[in-house]
């Protein structure tokens, strides 16, 4: 009988796009000794800008996994390794004698022409094009330094005992989608505790959400977390505190990219910052009869955050200039032609401004569409990086806090930020009388390298005049 050679391959942590140098595993959705098909989810990484799945490239049985869940990977490094086989009997032979040492590769796209393109780097090559520049070059991490998780057995499938801590077998595992699986983490829930109620037993969010809101049965010590802020407990693991009860919380994923974006914007860009207070009486009667009316669509979420919208688009119309950015190497302001409209938001991850893509050219009713659309993607943590990327103009909506008015900081690589605050009843003066009406304040930021002052202010004061008399979406649109 003819002897086959097992060959491993090894699957590196991709560039999930933006030119990112470091991703950090999240969670693993696969063990020792479990089979893979191409394209599927071995596991999900969390980048400086959007969580993401990552689907291996290749079949074949599960050997290694070289990081465990939590642990920060740069671009480039093997990830896990996979045991592929030429024939059905290679797993069977191996038991009934000894075996080579296995033939190690990396994975190739050319080798499978067939195989659709899944990642940034792991697509078929169409030319011989440049590597990105790394950050340090990393070779495959030794045995001693990398600690490997597990490690199936060369000579046979059969399962293995699994090293790595709060992994499940694979048998016992409950059933639930991989967005399911990440608000469950973020809310410190169990799944296992779950009653699912899902398609073939599957937990659902909505069963995330009852099982939260039903009296608990068994207390555990683990149920008071189940409510503590998120952040704390999906982002970053909290290190142990001093005697003083200080804690130390690692900097990493989403804050780390925020704290390195709003330092070089605030320290490179010449922030100004102008304010002006607007009677949107008028405006908020519009939102309630669109909401009343429904003709922007079944399911379109009508918020005065779309008016505000829509108003900031029509400024930028009338003074395109100020959609721009600022070329350092090249010692020029690049006037943008589309208007990419960033909205702020606040996730479980942390801030991030996805933007609606060429915002300007849109009506009402397609804007109210996009704003929803965009929206619900954040808040179910869904949005990717290309979601994130070639922002030209942001608003950020703090009214919802309950708060007046701020100086926002820009966005990086953008000329304007708006802040947009609480809507509120104050005394103002109308036709000559002063009568309660709904009132608001905008602050407008902007980079005083591309946008003078009087440029600012007229885009301030038409952004407000348009929320004060809306027709003027139409006379000046």
């Not at 390794?81 to 040492?101: C, F, L, R």
């Not at 060429?358 to 179910?380: H, K």
């Not at 990086?385 to 103009?393: E, L, Q, R, S």
């Not at 703090?398 to 953008?414: H, K, R, S, W």
Request: glycine residues 8%.
């Amino acid at each position: 009988m003819s002897t086959a050679v097992e060959t491993v391959r090894q699957f590196k942590m991709p560039d999930v796009g933006e030119g990112l140098t470091e991703a950090e595993i999240l969670t693993w959705y696969v063990q020792p000794g479990d089979t893979v098909e191409d394209g599927q989810v071995v596991c999900e990484v969390e980048t400086a800008k959007a969580a993401v799945e990552l689907p291996i490239p290749f079949d074949g049985v599960v050997r290694e996994l070289f990081f465990e869940a939590g642990t920060t990977v740069d671009v480039g490094q093997v990830i896990i390794s996979v045991a592929v086989s030429g024939t059905a009997a290679v797993a069977a032979e191996a038991e009934a004698q000894p075996q080579a040492a296995p033939a190690v590769v990396e994975a190739e796209p050319e080798a499978e022409p067939e195989r659709r393109e899944v990642l940034v780097g792991y697509g078929p090559r169409t030319g011989a094009g440049k590597r990105r520049p790394r950050k340090v070059a990393v070779a495959p991490p030794s045995a001693a330094a990398r600690g490997p998780v597990a490690t199936a057995p060369a000579t046979a499938p059969a399962p293995a005992p699994v090293v790595a801590p709060a992994a499940a077998p694979a048998a016992g595992r409950p059933l639930a989608k991989p967005p399911v699986r990440k608000l469950a983490k973020d809310l410190g829930i169990d799944l296992s505790t779950v009653t699912p109620t899902g398609p073939h037993g599957t937990v659902t969010r909505e069963d995330l959400h009852a099982s939260i809101a039903a009296p608990v049965s068994a207390p555990t010590p683990t149920a008071a977390p189940a409510l503590a802020p998120a952040p704390a407990e999906a982002s970053a693991p909290v290190a142990a505190g001093s005697a003083e009860g200080d804690l130390r919380i690692p900097v990493k994923g989403v804050r780390k990219m925020i704290a390195q974006a709003m330092v070089s914007s605030a320290f490179t860009a010449p922030h100004v910052t102008e304010w002006v207070q607007v009677d949107v009486t008028r405006t908020m009667k519009l939102v309630a009869r669109l909401k009343e009316s429904g003709e922007l669509g079944e399911g379109v979420r009508v918020s005065p955050l779309l008016l505000v919208a829509k108003a900031l688009l029509t400024a930028i119309h009338r003074h395109p200039e100020v959609n721009a950015s600022w070329d350092e190497a090249a010692q020029e302001i690049v006037v943008k032609r589309r208007v990419n409209l960033g909205i702020a938001a606040a996730t479980p991850r942390g801030l991030i401004v996805p933007n609606i893509k060429d915002a300007g050219s849109m009506s009402l009713s397609e804007l109210s569409v996009s704003l929803t659309a965009l929206i619900a993607t954040a808040r179910e943590g869904k949005t990717s990086p290309a979601d994130m990327a070639g922002g030209t103009v942001t608003i950020t909506n703090v009214g919802v806090f309950g708060v007046d008015a701020g100086t926002p900081i820009l966005n990086p690589g953008e000329a304007a930020i708006l802040a947009f605050g609480q809507v509120r009843p104050l005394p103002w003066v109308h036709k000559g009388k002063v009568v309660p009406r709904q009132v608001t304040t905008l602050a407008l930021s902007f980079d005083h390298r591309m946008i003078d002052g009087e440029l600012g202010s007229r885009l301030l004061a038409d952004t407000a005049a348009v929320l004060e008399q809306p027709k003027r979406l139409i006379s000046w649109g």
